[in-house]
T-cell receptor, first 114, second 113 residues
Framework: DQQVKQNSPSLSVQEGRISILNCDYT??????FLWYKKYPAEGPTFLIS?????DKNEDGRFTVFLNKSAKHLSLHIVPSQPGDSAVYFC?????????????FGTGTRLQVTL | ETGVTQTPRHLVMGMTNKKSLKCEQH?????MYWYKQSAKKPLELMFV???????ENNSVPSRFSPECPNSSHLFLHLHTLQPEDSALYLC????????????FGQGTRLTVV
């Protein structure tokens, strides 16, 4: 059973517009959420994160929103640029007592078109 | 030079072979991880090491054997693998195991024939 779900495998957005990537989770023990970006032939790169005590975190063009009651988070990219085209992974973290374990979604492929 | 380096980038091995994947981090982190990414599946955590000690084994078959000689190096020894073990193996590191921001290497694309 997937605890972190990204239901949209792909998304296409025009350059300059807003990209919204969504993520749902089921485990209420998750206390930290992250977004990673992955280009082909590279490992995932950390993008932005949010603690469960917040509902919004902003870093330049990237904003992550967390709705704990709905167990939903989203990543907004505005304005979208062609270099943003990549696969975006949502991840959630829960501390097990020995380590923080990251659980990843399956990813959403974002294509920013000219 | 990237913070987390993995070698080799690609590996093809037979089911009776023994091979090792290597990971090195230059970030001064104390925690290192092995993840597996199979086609159309999310990244799966395999092992966690903190200060060279294994703290998590996520029910990984014994044909995968990790080794962490120091906080900067992590190996994954492979033997008698199955074709279904073909996947992208990613190494990551973080400041400690309580930290959640993990930095990933580029991965080793493994094909078992």
């Amino acid at each position: 059973d997937q605890q972190v779900k990204q239901n949209s495998p792909s998304l296409s957005v025009q350059e300059g517009r807003i990209s919204i990537l969504n993520c749902d989770y089921t485990n209420s023990m998750f206390d930290y959420f992250l977004w990673y970006k992955k280009y082909p032939a590279e490992g995932p790169t950390f993008l932005i994160s949010i603690s469960s005590i917040k509902d919004k975190n902003e870093d330049g063009r990237f904003t992550v929103f967390l709705n704990k009651s709905a167990k939903h988070l989203s990543l907004h990219i505005v304005p979208s640029q062609p270099g943003d085209s990549a696969v975006y992974f949502c991840a959630a973290s829960a501390y097990t007592g020995t380590a923080s374990k990251l659980t990843f979604g399956t990813g959403t492929r974002l294509q920013v078109t000219l | 030079e990237t913070g987390v380096t993995q070698t080799p980038r690609h590996l093809v091995m037979g089911m009776t072979n023994k091979k090792s994947l290597k990971c090195e981090q230059h970030l001064g982190h104390n925690a290192m991880y092995w993840y597996k990414q199979s086609a159309k599946k999310p990244l799966e955590l395999m092992f966690v090491y903190n200060f060279k000690e294994q703290t998590e084994n996520n029910s990984v078959p014994s044909r995968f054997s990790p080794e962490c000689p120091n906080s900067s190096h992590l190996f994954l020894h492979l033997h008698t693998l199955q074709p279904e073990d073909s996947a992208l193996y990613l190494c990551a590191s973080s400041q400690d195991t309580r930290g959640t921001e993990a930095f990933f290497g580029q991965g080793t694309r493994l094909t078992v024939v």
